[in-house]
């Protein structure tokens, strides 16, 4: 059975820093790509961030150059360190792995219950 537990989130003032955690049960995650959505509440979800099998990244426009995505295979884990919050960063974050048709990523193992970081002035 795929869990996928999420972590680190919480209630910052804007331009602070919080760094989320995913551990992942059920599945090898060092043979899968990796991402996070974040969803505001009454918003449809948007992917922030993904990590390739080989490490190489991509983010959503809007934090790049802000977060930073990144795993760890031996504890299969992946992490989103998010420096510099913003208050349009209030959002449920979700970890998935998946795969990337061409540069595409699709996420195939299901959703987690998700972390709420809310970003304060």
């Known amino acids: 059975q795929v869990r996928l537990v999420e972590s680190g989130g919480g209630l910052v003032q804007a331009g602070s820093s919080l760094r989320l955690s995913c551990e992942f049960s059920g599945i090898n995650i060092a043979v899968m790509a990796a991402g996070w959505y974040r969803q505001p509440l009454g918003k449809e979800r948007e992917l922030v961030a993904t990590?390739?099998?080989?490490?190489?990244?991509n983010y959503l426009d809007s934090v790049k150059g802000r977060f930073t995505i990144s795993r760890d295979n031996p504890k299969n884990s992946v992490y989103l360190q998010m420096n510099s919050l913003k208050l349009e960063d209030t959002a449920a974050y979700y970890c998935?792995?998946?795969?990337?048709?061409?540069?595409?990523?699709?996420?195939?193992?299901?959703w987690g219950q998700g972390t709420q970081v809310t970003v304060s002035s």
């Open positions: 998935t792995a998946g795969t990337f048709i061409g540069s595409s990523y699709h996420p195939n193992v299901g």
């Open positions: 990590i390739s099998r080989a490490g190489g990244t």
